[in-house]
């Protein structure tokens, strides 16, 4: 039996491999990234390896899963670090130390002022995001606290839940589909931290950018916040929207899909606090950060809704029918089209001009434009306008239509259709 003292150290494995291997400390250099002076140091057991440069120099050795897990057990290393030989490939498991430095970027903070608040140095704060170190309960609470982080987090962080968390992908397209699969599930448990192991693991993939980091946890924050406040929790996403709107303007990012959600939901927040014309300025505020054609085309006519709100129908019917012209006039999307001209008939029907909405309704009936799970919203403004016009008896055939497709899609009307 091999005594635990007798096995051989980090160091002197991956000496052992090497030279297995027919590897100079030059040539082993040059496949892994890292200086042979450091190799050779830590051959010599003058230092150990950061997980991140044993990780790569193990692939560049390319050892066997076994012989992987032997050195990683070697290493002074979190236990969640262990554990990544029995992860399936294209898979890791988010660590502490990714944990809080996304939270960091997050939050805006550097290094140095980091682990100033958690009285330590920046070189002790960089070994505990690196995974190499964790803190001890007093310094880690008192570096999320100055990092802003939720009692979720701190909790999920002093008690080690990460470890039990699933691996996610190192890939950006598969991270991407959990991320969006996430963003329309706001029933999940535990969502808010899901959604920051999201983010810790965009931060890793972009590791020299923080500035497309925070974009990211835009993204993340708007989508979220603006899903939840399609389903009643306009107070949850709230917060999310505040959240998503200091990020942008801390990195002073063009606005895309997922952060401009998060601006819609703080629209709505100054509506009911300050009246809908709050709204439209908010809105008019944001547009200089608007430079995609249908996203600018979209803040239109959430801007007409409010107008109408605010009973200005003249300048909501203006608005609103500048956002179907920009689409026609400057972008070639026939999907974003049909979505501002349904609009344009909403807004219609709003203004008590129902003849006039179903002309445009009509013209949408022909196209193909719309996906199959947006003919309820459709099929309902056909329903309002024709009785208002006094056919009721196709109304009520595409009420039907309208509620069997809701159904059939697990589908709800959107809140700007409740005042129809």
Known sequence: MILASDAPTVGQQLQQWRLRRGLS???????????????????????????????????????SAQERAACWQQLDAPRAVLYRHQEPAGMRQISGGELLRALRLRSG??????????????????????????????????LCYALGASLDETLHLTTRGFIEQ???????????????????????PKLELANWHIAARFAELDRGDPFRLQ???????????????????????????????????????????????????????ESRQSGPLAAVRFLESWLGLVTIIHLRAWVYSIQADYLLRAG???????????????????SNDPKEGAYRHRDYA???????EPRRALEVL?????????????????C?????????????????????????????????LPPEYQSL
């Open 312 to 330: 200005e129908i003249t300048s909501a019917l203006q608005r609103s029918d500048a956002a179907r012209k920009l689409i026609s006039n400057e």
């Open 380 to 412: 309902f403004l056909f329903a309002k306008a024709l009785y208002a016009v006094g056919e009721v008896g196709e109304a009520l055939t595409y009420r039907e239509q309208a509620m069997e497709s809701l159904a059939r899609h697990r589908l709800s």
């Open 166 to 188: 699933e691996p996610l992908p190192l890939e950006r397209p598969a991270l991407l589909q959990i991320h969006l699969a996430l963003a329309y599930d706001t029933t999940s």
């Open 109 to 142: 903070v550097t290094q140095q002022d980091a682990a100033r608040a958690a009285g330590v140095t920046r070189e002790m704060l960089s070994r505990w995001e690196r995974g190499e170190r964790w803190p001890d309960g007093q310094k880690l609470h008192a």
């Open 215 to 269: 974009l990211i946890q835009a993204a993340i924050w708007g989508t979220l916040g603006y899903n939840l406040w399609h389903q009643g929790n306009l107070g949850s996403a709230s917060r999310l929207g505040q959240q998503t709107m200091r990020l942008m303007q801390d990195c002073r990012g063009f606005l895309g899909a997922s952060q401009l959600r998060g601006i819609l939901v703080q629209a709505e927040v």
């Open 346 to 352: 909403r807004h219609l029907l709003l203004a008590k």
């Open 25 to 63: 400390l030059g040539a082993l250099s040059l496949r892994c990234g890292i200086h042979k002076s450091t190799l050779s140091r830590w051959e010599r057991g003058i230092q150990l390896p950061s997980t991140r440069e044993l990780d790569d120099t193990l692939k560049a050795l390319e050892v």
């Open 362 to 378: 009509q013209s949408l009936q022909d196209s193909s434009a719309l996906p199959k799970q947006e003919s309820g919203p459709t």
